[in-house]
């Protein structure tokens, strides 16, 4: 075994309905005198409980999906405005991804109370879109300091977008697999969040209102977001910034429709790690079952199970769409990837992402 790992330092407080004991905590810890609270109109209820042992000086609330640059810019603009010295952000991944925008470039740190599975929270990435399209960058900067995860504000989250969401989750996870810096300390991370997301997000469908799979889907999301942090973006990211930053579809349908058709494009090329996946997801492999197949069954029972999203056509992609963003697919393709892909193969993958049709793995042969 040889490789080189990176641990990304953070705190992390878990705790259902201690949110605002932990926050008042961290902000006497990181002694913080002037407090900027980011959550959109829709989040500012649970921005409120989460914040109502301290006294922020400024609420920001514009909040915009893949974070457009003119937002960046007048969020920054208030924060210097008014001396910000910590930015608490309680939110989806959007509110989370402003946050990271202007500790960009002012190094204010950040503290991060999620309220879905999509786990911005726990990487270095950050992402700006301008111009129909969507910039991504590592930075340490942007690393919240502290996370703060309490299941409470997850009650809120319609089991449909729980399922995209958490699919989002899974996401992290099965691209770490081969993504261009995986290891085996992020392939072991994302199999536990695979284990924990499958386990949660079919739990949540069954009973909403049962509290235990909503914490193992944030807990899972969580151990996602940071296999993928150390990973890096591998093919199915690139597809889904792509299908965001330039066609504007929605982040966590986008990535729960897409997973499927990524996976069974690059199962066949990770046959061991296909094989843990499918187990991670609840289907050890059978005597003598191809783990690439038996990985692609494993997800498309899941997904069946939680009735997650087909079709990109109901997200807004159109099939006049496809060249164009195969064109930008191919642009940006990681050359890590367990197979390369011809222009035909990309064209296939998203054609089917637009219909929904059954995600099969591709023959071997063509590997
Ligand atoms: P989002 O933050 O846009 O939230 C989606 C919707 O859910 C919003 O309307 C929001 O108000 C609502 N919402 C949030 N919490 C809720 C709750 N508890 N109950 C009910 N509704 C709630 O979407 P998202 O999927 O969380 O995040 C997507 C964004 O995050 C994208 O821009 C994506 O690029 C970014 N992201 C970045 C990283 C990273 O590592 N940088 C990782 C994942 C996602």
Request: contains cysteine; proline residues 7%; negative net charge.
């Amino acid at each position: 075994m040889q490789f080189e790992h990176v641990t990304l330092g953070q705190r992390v407080l878990f705790g259902s309905g201690q949110s605002a004991a932990h926050l008042a905590a961290e902000v006497d810890r990181m002694e913080a005198a002037r407090v900027m609270v980011i959550a959109s109109e829709f989040e500012r209820p649970m921005a409120e409980v989460a914040t109502n042992r301290i006294t922020p000086v400024l609420w920001w609330d514009e909040v915009v999906m893949h974070v457009p640059v003119e937002v960046a810019e007048r969020a920054r603009t208030a924060a210097a405005a008014h001396d910000v010295d910590l930015i608490v952000c309680v939110g989806g991944g959007s509110t989370t991804g402003l946050a990271k925008a202007i500790a960009l470039t002012s190094r204010i740190p950040v503290i991060a109370v999620p309220t879905t599975y999509a786990g911005s929270e726990a990487t270095n990435v950050w992402g700006l879109t301008e111009d129909r399209t969507k910039t991504t960058g590592v930075d340490d900067r942007v690393l919240p300091v502290t996370v703060i995860y309490d299941a409470d504000f997850t009650r809120t989250l319609p089991v449909g977008l729980s399922v995209s969401s958490g699919l989002n989750a899974l996401a992290h996870c099965v691209d770490s697999l081969w993504a261009p810096k995986a290891d085996p300390i992020n392939h072991a991370l994302a199999l536990e969040a695979a284990r924990a997301l499958a386990t949660g997000l079919s739990g949540i469908v069954t009973d909403p209102e049962d509290m235990t799979p909503r914490e193992q889907t944030l807990y899972g999301a969580y151990l996602a977001a940071v296999s993928f942090a150390s990973a890096g973006s591998g093919l199915h990211h690139k597809i889904c910034h792509i299908l965001g930053g330039t066609f504007n579809l929605p982040h966590a349908q986008t990535h729960a429709t897409v997973l499927p058709y990524v996976l069974a494009f690059n199962a066949p090329g990770v046959p061991e790690l296909a094989a843990r996946l499918a187990a991670a997801l609840g289907r050890p492999g059978a005597e003598g079952e191809d783990p690439a197949q038996a990985a692609v069954v494993a997800l498309n029972d899941l997904r069946e199970r939680i009735d997650a999203p087909t079709a990109l056509a109901d997200h807004g992609l159109e099939a006049a769409d496809i060249p164009e963003a195969t064109r930008r697919v191919l642009a940006v393709f990681p050359p890590t990837n367990p197979a390369p892909a011809t222009e035909e193969d990309i064209t296939l993958l998203l054609t089917a992402a637009l219909e929904g049709t059954t995600p099969t793995p591709r023959v071997p042969s063509r590997l």
